[in-house]
């Protein structure tokens, strides 16, 4: 088959060789794989089988207006398998469907019905128009609202819904996913993975199987089944490849249905360090001093998913130890900590960043870390614990280190405050990192050199050799050219001379002013000792 698809120009050599890594390892037929990368069309695919099974291709103008087919067989037998019956005669049964691959399906028909079947293939937007016809609920058919959500579950049980979603899960502990996307279109659903920040599309789900998904994510995550209305939040916890995994999932209506969003989570302790973050060593230094102070705040920057809790977590590590109590508290909690106490806030009975900060402070602990500071109430109560002798590191939503301070005095915090309270303030990035096994040496041209400003930054971070790379992509990075991410920061301790300013200017953002590397430049020293690309400092 794979020849079809090349002979006709469908595919290249390359694409075949990721789909056959792909294949080796996850199993599936290569023309849905092609599919469900978005190389092929459905018309190209149903083309090839066409020719390779010799089986027709469906022509509408060869039958009867589209209708009901009537036979012994339930409805709900052609909806789960997305086959249908489009004509039936004495002795044969024509069918229509986008898989040949149902041999065991093919052999029930015909026992069931003592006919031959003739198959037709065609695509899944054709196959929903005869869905349609089999969905109706007739007249007078009196479904009751409970015997419904009896049927969903009875779906969401059966061995090809549990098998799949399975596999999905497991498939994404074994490429490093963060987040699987479920998202719910008119014709099924798509699945995507998102590996190293980025969105990869890994396979389709047809209508046929759509509300049975749902109904298992559901199920799975303790949301109400029900309820396709208005948003939920659950928790699923499984274990894959002997690896305890922790997911966090929404889901929230659309116009053609629900869609999910699972955040994977691992339950096992992490024993990160600054060391092994892929940090220069004078921001290194930097954060280790920050870490000697008996007491202060420590902020630290960005959006979601950049970072911002591995960094914390990693100077939790080091800080752990039998003469210091540490208490965390987070929402949610995401990855075990050995030694130190972590706390769950649940904002559903009133338990908020606040109130258990107020709770802490009598459990005797050196240093707290808190989730997040998304209010007044919780600034306060953390510069409240910095002044009385505790440690405390926390994160905010600002897009530089020195937007932190800003954002506190925004909300209503007193210069005075900040200046007797924080220590340092951090924001961070994640960019991806190149491929060890297949990067490719680069060339830095003088355009590029300069357009970077390189010598200039070398002046003031000089590197031993510039080693440029770009990436190409091989089996172990699955065709990406990138593996992990790794964190490119701006720090400034909270000087005299950055107190200065902002008792000038409430606004203040010049970091260039007060002599530390921004976070543009830190992404540039970390391209020119070749661990990320020229492309990935695009979005600095």
């Not at 709900?76 to 229509?96: A, G, Q």
């Not at 015909?110 to 128009?129: P, V, W």
């Not at 172990?476 to 000087?495: H, M, Q, S, W």
């Not at 953002?509 to 590397?517: A, M, P, Q, V």
Request: aromatic residues 8%; charged residues 30%.
């Amino acid at each position: 088959m794979e020849e079809l698809f090349l002979k006709k120009g469908y595919c290249t050599e390359l694409e075949l060789e990721k789909v056959y890594a792909v294949q080796k390892e996850y199993q599936g037929h290569i023309g849905t794989i092609l599919l469900n990368w978005g190389i092929i069309t459905q018309e190209q695919l149903i083309e090839v089988y066409s020719e390779y099974f010799s089986i027709p291709v469906f022509n509408s103008d060869d039958f009867d207006d589209i209708k009901k087919i009537e036979t012994t067989i339930p409805n709900e037998f052609w909806l789960k398998y997305n086959l249908f019956p489009i004509k039936e005669d004495r002795d044969y049964i024509y069918l229509l469907t986008n898989d040949p691959y149902n041999i065991k399906v093919f052999s029930f028909i015909e026992q069931e019905l003592q006919k031959e079947i003739k198959l037709f293939l065609t695509t899944t937007q054709i196959l929903d128009e005869y869905r349609v016809l089999y969905e109706e609920i007739e007249e007078g058919d009196g479904i009751e609202y409970d015997e419904e959500i009896d049927k969903l579950k009875e779906l969401a049980s059966e061995a090809p819904i549990i098998q799949k979603v399975n596999a999905i899960f497991s498939r994404a502990v074994g490429m490093r996913v963060s987040d699987i996307h479920y998202e719910s279109f008119k014709n099924g659903m798509h699945v995507r993975f998102r590996i190293d920040g980025k969105l990869q599309l890994i396979e389709r789900i047809n209508s046929a199987q759509k509300a049975s998904i749902i109904a298992r994510l559901k199920l799975l995550s303790s949301m109400n089944i029900a309820e396709n209305r208005l948003p939920q939040d659950g928790r699923i916890s499984i274990k894959v490849g002997g690896k305890d995994i922790d997911i966090r999932a929404s889901s929230i209506p659309t116009a053609d249905g629900e869609s999910f969003v699972l955040r994977l989570l691992g339950k096992q302790a992490v024993t990160y360090s600054l060391s092994h973050l892929d940090f220069f060593e004078d921001h290194i230094e930097i954060l280790r001093d920050i870490m000697k102070k008996p007491n202060g705040i420590f902020l630290t920057t960005g959006p979601t998913g950049s970072g911002k809790t591995t960094t914390l977590y990693s100077i939790l590590n080091e800080l752990n130890s039998e003469d210091t109590k540490i208490i965390t508290v987070e929402d949610p909690v995401e990855y075990e900590l050995d030694g130190i106490s972590q706390i769950q806030v649940k904002s559903e009975i009133d338990f908020t960043f606040a109130n258990a900060l107020r709770s802490i402070l009598r459990q005797d602990p050196d240093v707290i870390m808190i989730g997040e500071i998304r209010d007044e109430e919780t600034a306060r109560i953390a510069i409240q614990s910095a002044l009385t002798g505790h440690l405390v590191l926390s994160t905010l939503h600002t897009n530089s280190a020195l937007g932190a301070i800003s954002r506190l005095l925004d909300i209503g915090i007193e210069m005075f405050l900040l200046n007797s309270s924080i220590n340092a303030v951090m924001a961070q990035r994640l960019v991806r990192k190149l491929c060890p096994a297949c990067k490719k040496p680069s060339h830095l041209s003088e355009e590029i050199r300069e357009g970077l400003k390189v010598d200039k930054l070398l002046k003031s971070y000089p590197i031993e050799e510039i080693t440029v790379f770009e990436p190409h992509g091989c089996e172990e990075c699955n065709f990406t050219g990138y593996k992990g991410r790794l964190p490119v920061a701006e720090i400034i301790p909270f000087d005299n001379k950055v107190k200065s300013e902002f008792e000038k200017d409430e606004n203040f953002s010049d970091i260039e002013k007060l002599g530390y590397r921004s976070l543009r430049e830190d992404g540039i020293l970390k391209y020119l000792i070749g661990l990320t690309s020229l492309q990935e400092l695009g979005a600095l």
